[in-house]
């Protein structure tokens, strides 16, 4: 059996006069580019023309809903409610649909961001209000997540396809969560040592924590930070180490759970 794999970016968090991330020199690597919808990152401008550049070279789009938190780059925890993320992930798959549908291109997932995307693989509550939101807004949309996490399960639960997300640029934490941002050890810095975990990942369904066990892992789909130091070097690095390796390179495709 051909294995195979999704290569995900966070793309289109730029915004007004401010430049985030090296997507022009990510997008020739990817698969699929998750686009922020103007909370966390982004703008309308952005929005638009990071669909084209990803409709120009066969890259497949998502919604990247976050916290409204410009400034802590939707990466700080904030207290809120249920509904207020329901409502929340309505207004911004909504904002990245019409921007689609203007340029004939149709939307691929849903992948939360940063805290929130952490807070919902933590709390089912949320979980379930943004995979409410999803089925509400287009219920063939598919939904990323952390393997195993709520993200996951009440996707599932509300009958709507999903593809459990790995990070070759970061670490985890004995029980499958990510490691901290605020701990040193957070990212994988050398390009080798993710492309290693990488391969592993989709071959042996394994990954090493923190505390030095493996962890058992799905990985439908690896992500790549857009806004890290070394994006584009990590892009190129797994891509061609996936192709070498004989691992199918592609998008997993809108409402189809993907399967290695």
Same mark, same amino acid.
């Given at each position: 059996?051909?294995?195979?794999?999704? !290569?995900?970016?966070?793309?289109?968090?730029?915004?007004?006069?401010?430049?985030?991330?090296?997507?022009?020199?990510?997008?020739?690597?990817?698969? &699929?580019?998750?686009i922020a919808c103007g909370y966390?990152?982004?703008?309308?401008?952005?929005?638009?023309?990071? /669909?084209?550049?990803?409709?120009?070279?066969?890259?497949?789009?998502?919604?990247?809903?976050?916290?409204?938190?410009? %400034?802590?780059?939707?990466?700080?925890?904030?207290?809120?409610?249920?509904?207020?993320?329901?409502?929340?992930?309505?207004?911004? %798959?909504?904002a990245l649909l019409g921007f689609?549908?203007a340029a004939g291109v149709e939307?691929?997932?849903?992948?939360?961001?940063?805290?929130?995307?952490?807070?919902?693989?933590?709390?089912?509550? !949320?979980? +379930?209000? /943004?995979?409410?939101?999803?089925?509400?807004?287009?219920?063939?949309?598919?939904?990323?997540?952390?393997?195993? +996490?709520?993200?996951?399960?009440?996707?599932?639960? !509300?009958?709507?396809?999903?593809?459990?997300?790995?990070?070759?640029?970061?670490?985890?934490?004995?029980?499958? +969560?990510?490691?901290?941002?605020?701990?040193?050890?957070?990212?994988?810095?050398?390009?080798?040592?993710?492309?290693?975990?990488?391969?592993?990942?989709?071959?042996?369904?394994?990954?090493?924590?923190?505390?030095?066990?493996? /962890? &058992?892992?799905?990985?439908?789909?690896?992500?790549?930070?857009?806004?890290?130091?070394?994006?584009?070097?990590?892009?190129?690095?797994?891509?061609?180490?996936?192709?070498?390796?004989?691992?199918?390179?592609?998008?997993?495709?809108?409402?189809?759970? +993907?399967?290695?």
């Open positions: 059996m051909t294995l195979s794999v999704d !290569l995900n970016c966070d793309m289109g968090e730029s915004f007004g006069a401010y430049r985030i991330g090296a997507d022009a020199a990510v997008f020739p690597f990817i698969t &699929s580019a998750n966390h990152g982004g703008d309308p401008t952005v929005m638009r023309t990071t /669909i084209e550049e990803a409709q120009r070279r066969g890259v497949a789009i998502g919604a990247h809903p976050g916290l409204p938190d410009l %400034i802590g780059f939707g990466r700080r925890t904030m207290d809120v409610t249920p509904t207020e993320t329901y409502d929340m992930f309505v207004y911004q %798959i909504g689609a549908r939307v691929q997932h849903v992948k939360a961001h940063g805290a929130i995307y952490n807070m919902a693989a933590a709390k089912p509550e !949320l979980a +379930s209000a /943004i995979a409410r939101a999803v089925r509400d807004v287009d219920a063939g949309l598919l939904m990323f997540g952390l393997p195993g +996490s709520p993200l996951i399960t009440e996707a599932e639960a !509300l009958g709507l396809a999903t593809a459990s997300e790995a990070f070759a640029d970061r670490n985890y934490m004995p029980d499958g +969560s990510l490691v901290s941002r605020r701990r040193p050890d957070a990212q994988v810095h050398d390009a080798d040592d993710a492309v290693r975990r990488a391969i592993r990942m989709v071959r042996e369904g394994k990954v090493r924590a923190v505390d030095g066990n493996d /962890i &058992s892992i799905r990985a439908d789909t690896i992500c790549i930070h857009g806004d890290g130091p070394h994006a584009a070097e990590f892009a190129r690095a797994l891509r061609e180490a996936f192709e070498a390796d004989g691992i199918v390179v592609r998008a997993p495709g809108r409402g189809v759970t +993907s399967e290695n």
